[in-house]
């Protein structure tokens, strides 16, 4: 069965200190990938998707970057954190589409709580 | 922006009653997907209705789809304490690739004893 890690579960940054969250999935191949954040009593906010190695689609323009160095590894990146950067953020993974209205049932992680102060 | 919105956006029953939520968007679809959240966890995908279907069913949870008013809904029967969560709607729409998900704001669901 497949199985998606997301680590660390949470961590506490300075402002100005850079950011590495990291995400796997395990028991399927050339999946594709999510990073959303979810502000506070907030809906979700999709930040970045990939669809294979090395492709990045970006969502929002951010203070964020995301890349794949590997098939089922998406990590999300911060040269610098802002306090707006704070929130959940989720790594989240589905399968390809067989047609246009089977639809994307998206897995997610256990999310990664970001306070940055 | 295609972003759904949940209506009510907190919700309280008593265990046994039913539980109704509501999402509206904006443009067109492909699917829509209700996602429920526990506190400070994961989503987990309840159930999917594509554009061209009007009503399914899952166990307890029963999903209509009017794409001429843009809106679904999400009946929950029987609640029970356990469903207590948070209940998002996402509208799927498809890129050639992937189907984007875009997330409305979520209905807070609380069952009491």
């Known amino acids: 069965s497949q199985t998606i890690h997301q680590w660390p579960a949470t961590l506490v940054q300075p402002v100005g200190s850079p950011l590495s969250l990291e995400c796997t999935v395990e028991?399927?191949?050339?999946?594709?990938l999510y990073w959303y954040r979810q502000a506070a009593g907030r809906g979700l906010q999709l930040l970045f998707y990939?669809?294979?190695?090395?492709?990045i689609s970006s969502e929002v323009p951010q203070n964020l970057s995301a890349s794949r160095p590997q098939d089922r590894q998406f990590i999300l990146s911060s040269k610098k954190l802002l306090l707006s950067d704070s929130g959940f953020y989720l790594c989240a993974w589905s399968g390809r589409l067989s047609t246009r209205y089977s639809g994307n049932t998206i897995y997610f992680g256990e999310g990664s709580w970001l306070t940055v102060v | 922006s295609q972003q759904g919105e949940e209506d009510p956006q907190a919700l309280s029953i008593q265990e046994g009653e039913n539980a109704t939520m509501n999402c509206s968007y904006k443009?067109?679809?492909?699917?829509l997907q209700w996602y429920r959240q526990n506190s400070g966890r994961g989503l987990v995908h309840l159930i999917l209705i594509r554009s061209n279907e009007r009503e399914k069913h899952s166990g307890r949870l029963r999903v209509t789809l009017d794409t001429s008013k843009k809106s679904s809904s999400l009946l929950i029967t029987a609640s029970r304490a356990a469903d207590t969560a948070s209940y998002f709607c996402a509208t799927g729409l498809y890129t050639g690739t992937a189907s984007k998900l875009t997330f409305g704001t979520g209905t807070r669901l609380q069952v009491t004893l």
């Open positions: 443009t067109s679809i492909n699917n």
């Open positions: 990939s669809v294979g190695i090395g492709q």
């Open positions: 028991g399927t191949s050339n999946p594709n």
